[in-house]
């Protein structure tokens, strides 16, 4: 199993530019999530996802869009980028998120600069 | 606002010495905490959960839960270099469909010297 993939490794992109970060699991899990890590901090949520076809609003969405067609991929959009949106994203995969012990496991991240 | 609170560090320990990590967090209802380490330029990878009262081992790595006080922590026995990493506490205080979200602290940075 590869596990969480993310596409792009890194990414500069330009003030008003759109972009769409790539996430494929291929554990079979139902739930994924989309996180923001800024340095220094600890990881937000952005959007989530508990099977294909629903998706919810997390901790700071604005900006950012999301769709879930497939229970593998979860990619995550942003459009008009903004320099507030530099950060390390990083996608994540739980089985249920309904276990008290379910494991989220992450992607190894994407880091975005848009200056 | 529901929040996750840990010192920032740098904590920093010999090797061998025992590594105390701590969080509070705010939501009395919260069900199950969980530590997760974060190498530098690295994912977050999962250490251990909790969700009883008390004490639970694994290895070297002790989590340990007080929900009256709204206090988890994390020891780490016989410390290594190889410890020396970013220690996130994650909450889970989602409820119904948010059920899988976690709140993350800040995380502290343990350093340990050989």
């Known amino acids: 199993n590869a596990g969480v993939t993310q596409t792009p490794k890194f990414r500069i992109l330009k003030i008003g530019q759109s972009m769409t970060l790539q996430c494929t699991q291929d554990?079979?899990?139902?739930?994924m999530y989309w996180y923001r890590q800024d340095p220094g901090m600890g990881l937000k949520l952005i959007y989530y996802?508990?099977?294909?076809?629903?998706?919810d609003k997390g901790e700071v969405p604005n900006g950012y869009n999301v769709s879930r067609s497939t229970t593998e991929d979860f990619p995550l959009r942003l459009e008009l980028a903004a320099p507030s949106q530099t950060s390390v994203y990083f996608c994540?995969?739980?089985?249920?998120?309904?276990?008290?012990?379910?494991?989220?496991?992450f992607g190894p991240g994407t880091r975005l600069t848009v200056t | 606002q529901k929040e996750v609170e840990q010192n920032s560090g740098p904590l920093s320990v010999p090797e061998g010495a025992i590594a105390s990590l701590n969080c509070t967090y705010s939501?009395?209802?919260?069900?199950?905490f969980f530590w997760y380490r974060q190498y530098s330029g690295k994912s977050p990878e999962l250490i251990m959960f909790?969700?009883?009262?008390g004490d639970k081992e694994d290895g070297r790595f002790t989590a340990q839960l007080n929900k009256a006080s709204q206090y988890v922590s994390l020891l780490i026995r016989d410390s290594q270099p190889s410890d020396s990493a970013t220690y996130l506490c994650a909450v889970n205080m989602g409820y119904g469909g948010s059920q899988g979200n976690l709140i993350f602290g800040k995380g502290t940075k343990l350093s340990v010297k050989p």
């Open positions: 996802s508990v099977g294909a076809g629903i998706t």
């Open positions: 554990m079979n899990h139902n739930y």
């Open positions: 909790i969700y009883s009262n």
């Open positions: 994540a995969s739980s089985r249920t998120g309904r276990s008290s012990s379910d494991e989220q496991y």
């Open positions: 939501d009395r209802g919260s069900q199950s």
